[in-house]
């Protein structure tokens, strides 16, 4: 079995600001790895560690993303793919989602593992449209998995949960990590993960045609950036203890 995790690098959700053009600066802004992708990576490691799976960590952004990825190998990753380049700046999720589809066509896997959201942009749009760009069956909103002869996954749909037998290939997208706890890295962890290659690919190695990536590729326009402030009504409290006389009270406030 072949999984692909998508992890992703977030600026600090407490430190970050927003352009007039209606971006995130994420310059000279700390990073960190999105929790949910991370999620999705932990639960990719239990397949590894139960069935044997082989899992491949893949990540789309600046280079300094590379710190992360030597994260996930440190946790158990088996390799790390990160597609870097200049072109792909400005990109919203359906450009997102076909420069990394464009990439993984090339690739054989089972299942591609993401996090529902991440907390930058808080979407929850790219698995999906990911999903239809290259054809696959969706599994969203993922809790947990089920390992026997088939793997099944629960999903969480408002106050409603079902449980569904997968087929692959497919897109998961996990909303909680998995019950077992992921072993934290060890030292010999931390040195292996250095000794792997890292692989680094640009535009042109991937494959995405110009007009389908970066700001060009993208089909999202801010329009404006507004404050919302919620004014605080007064609030008026009736004693109820004597329920004729709130009654007519709120009558005469209805009948203004």
């Known amino acids: 079995m072949r999984v692909i995790v998508l992890v ?63 994260r996930c190998l440190e946790y158990g990753a088996d390799e790390a793919v990160l597609l870097s380049d200049k072109a792909f700046a400005g990109a919203d999720t359906l450009a997102t989602a076909r420069t990394l589809g464009c990439y993984l066509r090339s690739r054989k896997f089972d299942y591609i593992f993401c996090g529902m959201q991440a907390t930058d942009g808080d979407t929850a749009q790219l ?60 030292m010999t962890d931390f040195i292996e993960a250095r000794k792997k290659e890292l692989t680094v690919l640009n535009a042109w190695m991937v494959g995405v045609p110009p007009g389908s990536m970066g700001l060009k590729g993208s089909r999202t326009r801010v329009d404006r950036i507004t404050t919302v402030v919620k004014d605080r009504k007064a609030t008026e409290f009736i004693d109820g203890s004597d329920s004729k006389n709130a009654a007519s009270i709120i009558m005469s406030e209805v009948k203004g």
């Open 8 to 70: 992703k690098q977030v600026p600090d959700p407490n430190l970050v600001t927003i352009s007039e053009n209606g971006h995130l600066q994420r310059e000279n802004v700390p990073s960190m790895t999105d929790p949910f992708g991370m999620m999705a990576l932990q639960h990719a490691l239990r397949l590894k560690r139960e069935l044997g799976a082989h899992v491949t960590a893949v990540s789309m952004g600046p280079m300094h993303a590379e710190e992360m990825l030597r």
């Open 127 to 186: 698995p999906p449209e990911l999903s239809a760009v290259m054809g696959l069956q969706i599994y969203s909103y993922v809790s947990k998995m089920e390992l026997s002869n088939t793997i099944r996954m629960t999903q969480i749909y408002e106050d409603k949960s079902y449980v569904v037998e997968t087929c692959t290939p497919a897109v998961v997208t996990f909303l909680r990590p998995p019950e077992e706890q992921i072993p934290l890295p060890s």
